[in-house]
């Protein structure tokens, strides 16, 4: 949450505004009760500036960057494997995105 004139605006933890409008302190909370942590572990789709799209899951999310690790045919899980890793800037970018 962040104050946001007489409310708080609501960002989850990819840095997105969740919010169109401040809204009150109970509501935040409430909405990010609701939001919880589990779209993190979803695939994710990442767009590169030539066009090509990637599937990724994300590795890390933290104010200094949020990190996505390749996931072709759910790679990224297997043991002993090694994903190709992508640092993005905090909050993340609009080629990252939910798939569905």
Do not use: H, K
Request: charged share 25%; hydrophobic share 45%.
């Amino acid at each position: 949450m962040v104050p946001d004139g007489d409310g708080f605006g609501v960002r989850d933890l990819l840095g997105r505004e969740r919010t169109a409008q401040p809204v009150s302190w109970l509501e935040a909370e409430e909405l990010l009760d609701e939001l919880g942590i589990g779209y993190l572990a979803d695939r994710w789709i990442l767009g590169f500036a030539d066009g090509t799209e990637r599937p990724v899951r994300i590795a890390e999310a933290s104010a200094r960057g949020v990190t996505v690790v390749a996931d072709e045919f759910g790679a990224a899980s297997a043991v002993g494997a090694t994903p190709e890793r992508f640092r993005l800037v905090f909050p993340a970018p609009p080629e990252l995105r939910a798939t569905g």
